[in-house]
Nanobody, 123 residues
Framework: QVQLVESGGGLVQAGGSLRLSCAAS????????VGWFRQAPGKEREIVAT????????YYADSVKGRFTISRDNAKNMVYLQMNSLKPEDTAVYYC????????????????WGQGTQVTVSS
């Protein structure tokens, strides 16, 4: 099993920045793809960014490309999502998710999930 815990959400004004963190524990060696998803009220959970650490392949949703960056710190078993130039439409609960194998963008491809952290962007 792999446990994921997100932190770093909060309230920020449009144009501001936040950095989300995801702390991984347990059998972390069993996963090599970690992604961030988000879910706004009344909407489906959608991919934001994901990265496969074995191949270096990374994917960003078009809506966040150029504004968000996914990164990791192996020594600390941490994954980050740096979010810049935030917009009100970025408001959502953000989830960290992990899987083994190749990079995928579908939510049902991920086995492990955190509890989520709320990000609210005011206009």
């Amino acid at each position: 099993q792999v446990q994921l815990v997100e932190s770093g959400g909060g309230l920020v004004q449009a144009g501001g920045s936040l950095r989300l963190s995801c702390a991984a524990s347990g059998r972390t060696f069993s996963v090599n793809t970690v992604g961030w998803f988000r879910q706004a009220p009344g909407k489906e959970r959608e991919i934001v960014a994901t990265s496969n650490w074995s191949t270096g392949n990374t994917y960003y949703a078009d809506s966040v490309k150029g504004r968000f960056t996914i990164s990791r710190d192996n020594a600390k078993n941490m994954v980050y999502l740096q979010m810049n130039s935030l917009k009100p439409e970025d408001t959502a609960v953000y989830y960290c998710a992990a899987k083994s194998g190749s990079l995928r963008v579908g939510r049902y491809d991920y086995n492990y999930w955190g509890q989520g952290t709320q990000v609210t962007v005011s206009s």
